[in-house]
């Protein structure tokens, strides 16, 4: 079972639609990611966000949209979104964003949302 | 230069043998390393961290870490079937960076 907790774990969605996705962990932890992972490629890093404010955008399309509501929430709102865009959504929480005090900490990923634009 | 380099593989070895995965990485700096185990349309789960060089052992799974060679491995031992994943290196350095990840597969 995982402790970070994702929904929903599938999502189909046309190119006009608005839909959000949710992640949540109860671990305590104060930096939450997300990755896109396509077929046979690694997770790709998309944001970061620590004690609750963005710290990484990694030069992401406004058509995806962070938030942040409080420090066991990651919402990921998704806008206009392209058949290319279609990828495994991972979200992931640490101890402390890299580079903190807490660098030994490992990534714990949640269970995924495969997502279909169609 | 990629951050961190992985064979593709596809990595085959037979049931009840040792897997060899390996993964080298380029900042020097790098504290923590990690490996995680992935199949098929799942996430990547952790299935072990090292932070200081030698062997650190757990279960049938060995990880390896030299820091003057920017080499880090996994050895799995007596492999199963249930073993047959994508295994993706990990370096956390400024942020977490990942390899490519190798493909094995154990055959019966």
């Known amino acids: 079972d995982t402790e970070v907790t994702q929904t929903p774990k599938h999502l189909v969605m046309g190119m006009t639609n608005k839909k959000s996705l949710k992640c949540e962990q109860h671990?305590?932890?104060?930096?939450m990611y997300w990755y896109k992972q396509k077929a046979k490629k690694p997770p790709e890093l998309m944001f970061v966000?620590?004690?609750?404010?963005?710290?990484i955008n990694e030069s992401v399309p406004s058509r995806f949209s962070p938030e942040c509501p409080n420090s066991s929430l990651l919402n990921l709102h998704l806008h206009a979104l392209q058949p290319e865009d279609s990828a495994l959504y991972l979200c992931?929480?640490?101890?402390?964003?890299?580079?903190?005090?807490?660098?030994?900490?490992?990534?714990?990923f949640g269970n995924g949302t495969r997502l279909t634009v169609t | 230069q990629k951050e961190v380099e992985q064979n593709s593989g596809p990595l085959s070895v037979p049931e009840g043998a040792i897997a060899s995965l390996n993964c080298t990485y380029s900042?020097?700096?790098?504290?923590?390393f990690f490996w995680y185990r992935q199949y098929s349309g799942k996430s990547p789960e952790l299935i072990m961290s090292?932070?200081?060089?030698g062997d650190k052992e757990d279960g049938r799974f060995t990880a390896q870490l030299n820091k003057a060679s920017q080499y880090v491995s996994l050895l799995i031992r007596d492999s199963q079937p249930s073993d047959s994943a994508t295994y993706l290196c990990?370096?956390?350095?400024?942020?977490?960076?990942f390899g490519t990840g190798t493909s094995l597969t154990v055959i019966p």
């Open positions: 992931a929480s640490s101890q402390e964003r890299s580079g903190g005090s807490s660098y030994n900490s490992p990534l714990h």
């Open positions: 671990m305590g932890h104060r930096a």
């Open positions: 966000y620590s004690y609750e404010k963005l710290s």
């Open positions: 900042d020097r700096g790098s504290q923590s």
């Open positions: 090292i932070y200081s060089n």
């Open positions: 990990a370096v956390l350095s400024n942020q977490f960076y």
